[in-house]
């Protein structure tokens, strides 16, 4: 009798165990597949808001920052997402009008960021400058502007990305427009000879230089920090360009159609915590929005440091990017 007691005592614990587990709150956290993904930091930022908050983080994941917005343009009012990391500041006007966006409620002060921020439905995650990254033992002797990269006959090879698939692509074609204004198109032109490809997206574009199979590839400043620290090389260098680099913010934002509004309120103080801040430099290898206490790892301490920012606003890009792109196509199809 008392075995049986025992034993059904057990049963009703599980039970009730079980039960709670299922009836935790889920947070659904839409965001770009390599964020979420082996090498990303989604599973720290995972453990550490699931650590605070008695609730479960779901990852779901789509290619990148361009994708996201085209998915949340097709569930409308009926997407299930209750944050969304990984919005690039390029697209955020763009994301803003599908006014599925409510106010993230969250102290923006002592950011770290090379620009102010004042939005009421975005906040900055991590940033960094658009660049070319080469190998200096191969290109002792690199651009030392965008104008010397597009002009010199002879100059490197590059394999860029697209931009209508592609965040980095996307950065080099506000570059260009910054540097060149209504030139742009002809400065394609003059770079398109040296041009392996255009791949969808950063990691094709990147794999193919790491094989050799062009002397540059578009990337970021922070790029060289992955080699530094996971390979302890120190052979991969980013150009520093004297007109200045384009500026790469990273956003995340809440929906007005949450289920759970108040959670996502409290992830959304998360992401500039130190916990969720600490894990982007190493883990998503991009400057974190709010430097951690501890400072920058060691790998990025020798990164290039560049002296001015170039942006469009989030406006100016939504206006002005199919004519933007269109110059790009007619320039780079014939």
């Known amino acids: 009798m008392l075995r049986r007691l025992l034993l059904t005592l057990a049963s009703l614990c599980l ?6 587990a299922q009836g935790k709150p889920v947070l659904t ?3 770009y597949s390599s964020f979420a993904g082996k090498y990303g930091p989604g599973k720290t930022v995972k453990e550490r808001f699931e650590a605070t ?24 009012n009926d997407t299930k997402a209750d944050v969304v990391v990984g919005l690039d500041m390029n697209l955020a006007a763009e994301a803003k009008s599908l006014n599925l966006f409510a106010p993230h409620g969250a102290d923006v002060k002592d950011l770290s960021l090379p620009i102010s921020w004042e ?31 597009v002009e010199n006959p002879n100059g490197p090879k590059v394999v860029l990305q697209d931009p209508r698939t592609s965040a980095p692509g996307l950065g080099l074609l506000l570059w260009m427009q ?21 791949t969808k997206g950063w990691s094709e574009a990147y794999g193919l230089f790491l094989k050799g199979e062009a002397d540059m590839v578009m990337s970021y400043t922070t790029s060289p920090a992955y080699h530094i620290s996971a390979e302890k090389k120190n ?31 409290k992830f959304m103080a998360f992401v500039l915590s130190e916990p969720f801040q600490s894990a982007m430099p190493e883990g998503n290898w991009m400057m974190p929005a709010k430097n951690p206490a501890p400072g920058l790892p060691a790998s990025f301490r020798d990164l290039i440091q560049p002296q001015k920012a170039l942006l469009f606003t989030p406006e100016e890009v939504q206006q002005n990017r199919r004519a933007f792109t269109d110059a790009w196509l007619n320039a780079t199809a014939r």
């Open 53 to 76: 908050c008695a609730c479960e983080l779901n990852w779901v994941t789509a290619e990148d920052a361009g994708s996201l917005v085209g998915r949340l343009r097709l569930e409308g």
């Open 15 to 20: 039970a009730m165990n079980v039960a709670f």
């Open 235 to 265: 052979n991969y260098k980013a150009a520093s360009f004297t007109e200045g680099h384009y500026l790469h913010v990273e956003l995340a934002g809440m929906t007005r159609t949450s289920e759970q509004p108040e959670l996502a309120k």
């Open 29 to 31: 956290v839409y965001t």
């Open 119 to 149: 939005d009421d439905t975005f906040i900055p995650f991590d940033w960094g400058f658009y660049a070319f990254v080469y190998d200096a033992d191969k290109l002792p002797n690199p651009p030392k502007s965008l104008k010397e990269l």
């Open 178 to 198: 910054k540097v060149y204004g209504d030139k742009a198109g002809e400065a394609w032109a003059r770079l398109k000879p040296r041009i392996v490809t255009f």
